[in-house]
């Protein structure tokens, strides 16, 4: 199984939700970054996703990006294949539009 890191905090409403929605769907492990506690830590997060908002998902390299990104992928029938080990080579601009790229 792919490696999922969540970037997250310790009072994250949606960091929970995304938690709890990954073990539900399998992933036995998740490897979580708090940028709650080190400033360094958040500007790696930003720098790497574009965004400041947590969570930011990662499987393996790919950024699912957030908890609403990651239902949406789900929706769309993708993320089971991606938790799988397919492993897109770039990401869609819309999680939800049902495709992940092809390597």
């Not at 890191?5 to 995304?18: D, E, G, I, K, R």
């Not at 990006?65 to 992928?73: F, I, M, P, Q, S």
């Not at 799988?84 to 790229?101: I, N």
Request: aromatic share 6%.
């Amino acid at each position: 199984m792919p490696v999922v890191t969540m970037y997250t905090t310790a009072v994250c409403p949606y960091c929970l939700q995304a938690d709890r929605f990954l073990k539900a769907k399998g992933v036995a492990e998740i490897a979580k970054i708090r940028v709650d506690l080190d400033p360094a830590l958040r500007r790696a997060m930003m720098e790497r996703t574009g965004r400041r908002t947590v969570p930011q998902i990662y499987v393996d390299d790919y950024h699912v990006g957030g908890y609403e990104d990651l239902v949406a992928l789900d929706h769309a029938g993708r993320l089971a294949s991606l938790l799988a080990g397919e492993s897109p080579c770039r990401r869609t601009s819309d999680p939800s539009s049902g495709q992940l790229p092809v390597g």
